[in-house]
């Protein structure tokens, strides 16, 4: 049950971390606000505000740019506008394509009618308020919040961790019922366990077949993390 456990949560709590068990050599040190009329990156490296067409404010004053700078700012800006929703797209998908994964097996395990598949649902609904904590969806665009990252991080464990439980609780209430509504008592015990090494096998085959493409999503993430902190050093190197 342990083991039980220990694949449903990889498999889920994948979504609280988009790095995916893959330590990026940069870590965001400023918020990101998107909207129609600007980009804001705001934070410890100051604030900077990027129009669409490359109008540069630094700490509040308009900066005089050169053309090459104001091309820099038109990239940066755009990057942004590219890569945030690709970050929050790509890890909502991972996000619904384990717990899709989860239900199949559940359904093939258990049964269409068990309370795991509410559970499941809670804990995917729960999952994605947190992932919202950190790019957050508004009516004119979104907002990237990084002081929101670690704490997400715990709380989600936290869920996946409770989430858990109860599945486990249910999975052998509900075999143990089955077993005993077959009128199978002296085996019942034996078949509980039987179906939970079932139920531990599939997803830990799950897990094996969705662990490369977590993986490589957060090489991606922190390849584009690191172009575009790349990008924005070039940029402030020379505003005032």
Not at 20 to 26: F, G, K, L, N
Not at 42 to 50: E, F, N, R, T, Y
Not at 111 to 134: F, T, V
């Amino acid at each position: 049950m342990q083991k039980l456990s220990l694949a449903l949560a990889a498999l889920l709590a994948v979504s609280t971390a988009a790095k995916a068990d893959y330590q990026c050599s940069v870590s965001p040190k400023d918020d990101v606000v998107i909207n129609p009329q600007q980009v804001q990156v705001v934070g410890q490296h100051g604030d900077l505000v990027i129009s669409p067409q490359g109008d540069v404010q630094f700490n509040g004053k308009a900066q005089s740019l050169t053309a090459s700078q104001q091309q820099q700012a038109v990239n940066y800006q755009q990057a942004l506008r590219n890569d945030l929703p690709w970050i929050d797209n790509g890890a909502r998908a991972r996000v619904e394509k384990g717990r899709a994964a989860l239900d199949k097996i559940i359904t093939e395990q258990v049964g269409e009618s068990s309370s795991m598949h509410g559970r499941l649902e809670k804990l995917d609904a729960q999952l994605k308020a947190q992932m919202n904590r950190i790019i957050e969806h508004r009516t004119d665009g979104l907002a990237f919040h990084y002081k929101a990252i670690d704490q997400v991080r715990a709380d989600g464990q936290q869920l996946v961790n409770q989430a858990m439980g109860g599945i486990l609780q249910d999975s052998i209430n509900e075999m143990g019922a089955k077993a005993l509504t077959s009128g199978n008592s002296k085996g019942g015990l034996q078949g509980i366990l039987g179906n939970l090494g079932g139920m531990q096998n599939a997803i830990q085959q799950e897990w094996n077949n969705q662990q490369a493409d977590f993986k490589q999503f957060g090489k991606d993430v922190c390849s584009r993390v690191i172009s575009l902190e790349d990008q924005r050093k070039a940029l402030v190197k020379g505003l005032k």
